[in-house]
């Protein structure tokens, strides 16, 4: 699903398009668990538009519990080593490498 009026700045931009679980995620039976999201980049920056849209799909289960975000790219793009950097939120942004926080 393409979600028009929403950039998605990475890998050189564009529209922000959901797969079919992103479009619903709270219809899968992964709508019963808590839910959060870790991205490599920054996700188009703080108060984005894609921001905006992926909280308030992780938010319709009733199971994200922050809609605040932490890491590195928390505030803008600064992918880095998360050594030293808070995670505190269940949204984090600028995280690199393939691997979640422990």
Not at 50 to 56: G, I, M, P, S
């Amino acid at each position: 699903l393409v979600m028009p009026g929403v950039e998605d700045t990475a890998y050189g931009g564009g529209t922000l398009t959901l797969s079919p679980v992103g479009q619903s995620f709270n219809e899968t039976f992964c709508g019963l668990c808590y839910v959060g999201l870790v991205s490599a980049g920054d996700a188009s920056g703080a108060d984005s538009q894609e921001r905006k849209e992926l909280q308030a799909r992780l938010s319709q289960s009733g199971r994200l519990v922050s809609t605040k975000w932490s890491g590195p790219s928390k505030h803008g793009e600064s992918r880095k080593n998360c050594e030293g950097y808070p995670i505190d939120s269940p949204l984090v942004a600028g995280w690199p490498g393939g691997e979640g926080p422990p």
